[in-house]
């Protein structure tokens, strides 16, 4: 069964870069089936999708957030990776990763979510 | 990319069926068969309920139900039940470039 598992660090300093890595087990992200994304939600609000990286390393990304963002894969590793810079108190929200369809765009498997805060 | 639009709450009693609104555009929910709905109770990750606009993951109860018509998607919940009480969210596929977009949420409550 596979699963998504969130880590690093859970706050981050105005300005900073905020750096986070989802590592997938239970099956391998070099499939061609599935995009690998990220996806948050500030404090009582909704969600936003951030982004998403296909195996091959091509990426796609919210253009509000295009200039701050990028992800990247370790297929060695069957892991991938945000980082998102000059945060501010407006990026506080729990980050989530996900499986993402290639052919349907559904989003299937989840992480269990982390909560990054953004203050000096 | 604007988010899709959904009522931000809807209520109803054990029993009844409520219908949960999500209208996009012509760039997004009118152009593509690839509507997504995905429920969230607090504190926990979201969970896919429909995909493709109406069909059902596994073990995903037949009360949940998906629709479009245009620019505007729907979820029906048939049979309320106390444990349907959460959040819920539409998502639209809307091109290469945007691939995702979501809805504002809806909160759904059982009286």
């Known amino acids: 069964q596979l699963q998504l598992q969130e880590s690093g660090p859970g706050l981050v300093k105005p300005s900073e870069t905020l750096s986070l890595t989802c590592t997938v087990s239970g099956g391998s992200i070099s499939s061609s089936s599935y995009y690998w994304g990220w996806i948050r939600q500030p404090p009582g609000k909704g969600l936003e999708w951030i982004g998403s990286i296909y195996y091959s390393g091509s990426t796609y990304y919210n253009p509000s957030l295009k200039s701050r963002v990028t992800i990247s894969v370790d297929t060695s590793k069957n892991q991938f990776s945000l980082k998102l810079s000059s945060v501010t108190a407006a990026d506080t929200a729990v980050y989530y990763c996900a499986r993402r369809n290639y052919y349907d765009s559904s989003m299937d498997v989840w992480g269990q979510g982390t909560t990054v805060t953004v203050s000096s | 990319q604007s988010a899709l639009t959904q009522p931000a709450s809807v209520s109803g009693s054990p029993g009844q069926s409520i219908t949960i609104s999500c209208t996009g555009t012509?760039?997004?929910?009118?152009?593509?068969?690839?509507v997504s709905w995905y429920q969230q109770h607090p504190g926990k990750a979201p969970k896919l309920m429909i995909y493709e606009g109406s069909k059902r993951p596994s073990g995903v109860s037949n009360r949940f139900s998906g629709s479009k018509s245009g620019n505007t998607a729907s979820l029906t919940i048939s049979g309320l039940q106390a444990e349907d009480e959460a959040d819920y969210y539409c998502?639209?596929?809307?091109?290469?470039?945007?691939?995702?977009?979501f809805g504002g949420g809806t909160k759904l409550t059982v009286l």
């Open positions: 998502c639209s596929y809307a091109g290469s470039s945007t691939p995702v977009v």
């Open positions: 012509s760039s997004d929910v009118g152009s593509y068969n690839l």
